[in-house]
């Protein structure tokens, strides 16, 4: 598979970021009664500020998995867990357990990862755990701390990162930065908010038309899926940790983080303009 990054489409710039509770589309890829979509305010590459909603992002967290590395074995214990956190979340809010409304956990899925507490220099196997609505992260990390599920004392990872954060942090975004896109789609004026006359030439960009009314007075509106953010390709792996070596090896010639990066960058470009 080619890592040439594709030419963005559309950029905007991160000036502000909230997310909101809205019933699925045809970008989210769900059958749930309602799904965060997380919403970018600022000024794009258009010459317009616009208002730009990312689809198919949860908010998630890890737990150990010691079970066996089966895939048999993986899925039954996947499908436990998922519909006995489910039930417990549930009853903790006294809802129906088996109600369509009641549906709290989007999909659990193996990885792996290097543990951040104590000496380890190899890979463990962990439980991503999506949940569908950020507001219900902290009641099921309680009671997975608990030990009502599957009576077991989970230890949980990456709880206390909010939502939007771990977008950020997942794509390598930042305030103030830009989010280049691949496929995107723009919604129209057929909602019952209208929008200031400076957003009349938006019906004649190349864009396909989305199928979400607007929701915000922004010029342009634009809806894309998680998975068309071009800085994501941005991102690598950086096996630093997995060596103890004495003296330390030098640090790299470029900064490790990606904001600091592009500072640099833009002070290389201000002094060859110079």
């Not at 701390?145 to 949980?156: A, D, K, P």
């Not at 989305?210 to 998975?227: I, L, V």
Request: aromatic share 10%; hydrophobic share 40%; glycine share 4%.
């Amino acid at each position: 598979m080619s890592t040439e990054r594709k030419e963005a489409s559309l950029r905007v710039r991160i000036n502000h970021v909230d997310y909101t509770l809205v019933h699925p589309g045809i970008l989210d890829n769900a059958s749930l009664p309602r799904v965060p979509v997380i919403r970018i305010y600022g000024d794009s590459s258009l010459g317009q500020k616009a208002c730009l909603h990312i689809h198919q992002v949860y908010p998630y967290f890890f737990v150990e998995y010691r079970g066996k590395l089966h895939p048999e074995s993986v899925h039954r214990y996947i499908a436990r867990l998922s519909l006995s956190l489910n039930h417990a979340i549930a009853v903790s809010m006294k809802r129906n357990p088996h109600s369509l409304n009641s549906q709290f956990i989007r999909a659990i899925i193996l990885v792996k990862g290097v543990h951040f507490y104590g000496f380890h220099d190899t890979y463990s196997p962990f439980l991503k755990v999506h949940i569908t609505d950020p507001a219900f992260v902290n009641r099921a990390v309680t009671i997975l701390q608990s030990g009502v599920v599957m009576q077991t004392h989970f230890r949980v990872f990456e709880s206390h990162l909010s939502y939007v954060l771990q977008f950020l942090c997942d794509f390598g975004l930042y305030g103030c930065g830009w989010v280049e896109l691949d496929e995107i789609l723009q919604r129209t004026k057929n909602s019952v908010i209208d929008v200031d006359e400076e957003g009349e030439e938006g019906d004649a960009l190349p864009f396909p038309e989305s199928p979400y009314p607007r929701q915000s007075r922004m010029p342009f509106e634009f809806d894309a899926a998680a998975h068309q953010i071009l800085n994501r390709h941005s991102l690598s792996a950086r096996d630093i940790h997995h060596e103890l070596r004495i003296p330390a090896p030098p640090l790299p010639p470029e900064p490790l983080v990606i904001s600091v990066r592009e500072l640099w960058e833009d002070e290389r470009r201000r002094r060859a303009a110079k």
